[in-house]
């Protein structure tokens, strides 16, 4: 997951940025036929809201139309999206759920992720069972949309003017699926407070040690950083300091 935010360190104001998109805006316009509608404010269900202080984005509006689409709008409120030490796996003497739905479900909540890195963990295990869903799976998906109840109001914000350097996050379980032993990775890179690139996944491999899972997450969180630092010198902002 990325979101690239150039509001940090007045960036977006610089003359070489500004050059850059006035030439990219015209460019366009000569190849199709569009207009400048101004600063945004929705992108594919995305809300934008600029300021002088920096810029929100969100998806309020979408949280309740899945609520809505769900039948959740008016479930109870709870303040994590799963349990502690939660472990899923596919328990195939379980009730079995209509998989159609459980899909529908999985999907609307991975598009949530494109502002919410909040639920990315907890979508990611529950996206493994879309074939054949059992009642405890359902169930998972069903206490996220508890959780989204109580933050329909949460936000990314991008302060304006904010110290930017590039700084991340990372770690992992050590065979934590229970199906396959395979060890859950994540990470998330900051610059300032504002979140802009995020991740949660299985990997592919079966780690032997707990030392060999975090130096896997950790190789794949050095390259995820090298990419954002090629992107940033794209976009006239070097980084002085490593990340």
Known sequence: MLIVCLYVDDLIYTRNNTAM?????????AEFEMSDLGMMHHFLGIEVMQSSTGIFISQKKYVGEILDKFQMKDCNLINTP????????????GKKV???????IVGSLMYLTTTRPDIIHV?????????????????AAKRIFRYL???KEF?????????SDLFGFTDSDYAGDLDDRKNTSGYIFMMGTGVVSWSSKKKPIVTLSSTKAEFVVATACACQAI???KILKE???????PT
Request: aromatic fraction near 14%.
């Open 123 to 139: 979508v990611s295990v529950i996206s493994r069972y879309m074939e054949c869903p059992i009642e405890i799976h359902l169930l």
């Open 98 to 104: 209509d998989d159609t739905l459980y899909k529908k």
């Open 149 to 151: 109840q109580g933050t």
């Open 21 to 29: 998109f006035e030439s990219f805006k015209k460019s366009m316009m």
């Open 235 to 241: 976009l006239y902002f070097k980084e002085k300091v």
């Open 82 to 93: 799963s349990e502690f030490g939660m472990k899923l796996n596919k328990d195939n003497g």
């Open 227 to 229: 990419w954002l630092k």
């Open 155 to 163: 936000r990314l914000f991008y302060k304006n003017g904010e110290k």
